[in-house]
């Protein structure tokens, strides 16, 4: 049984960091991707960063380039996302995913198999 959990939201101000963390367990996949997503209310889930294992190819939205960084450590079952210079369009709840997988292409929002359960960043 795979769980996610996230940690690490909170409430900031503008140009300030967080970093994000989501634990991982009952993960049998030799490769595969990962990502953190956004939401706001009675919106999407949007992607901001993904990270592929096999390769450590990381991807990131237009927002969000040169602010955050996506890293994963394959040995304490953890992803993070480090936030730099927060806005305030950046809040919203904070999601992490994972799907066993091995093409080139990152995966589409609704190929991800695994959801965490979130955790809320609020930047004012």
């Known amino acids: 049984h795979v769980q996610l959990v996230e940690s690490g939201g909170d409430s900031v101000q503008a140009g300030s960091s967080l970093r994000l963390s989501c634990k991982y367990s009952g993960w049998h996949y030799t490769g595969y991707c990962m990502a953190w997503f956004r939401q706001i209310p009675g919106k999407e889930r949007v992607r901001v960063a993904a990270?592929?294992?096999?390769?450590?190819?990381?991807d990131y939205a237009d927002s969000v380039k040169g602010r955050f960084t996506i890293s994963h450590d394959a040995a304490v079952n953890t992803l993070w996302l480090e936030m730099n210079n927060l806005q305030p369009e950046d809040t919203g709840i904070y999601y992490c995913?994972?799907?066993?997988?091995?093409?080139?292409?990152?995966?589409?929002?609704?190929?991800?198999?695994?959801w965490g359960q979130g955790t809320q960043v609020t930047v004012s």
């Open positions: 990270i592929t294992t096999g390769s450590g190819a990381t």
């Open positions: 995913a994972a799907v066993n997988w091995a093409w080139l292409r990152f995966p589409r929002t609704d190929e991800f198999q695994h």
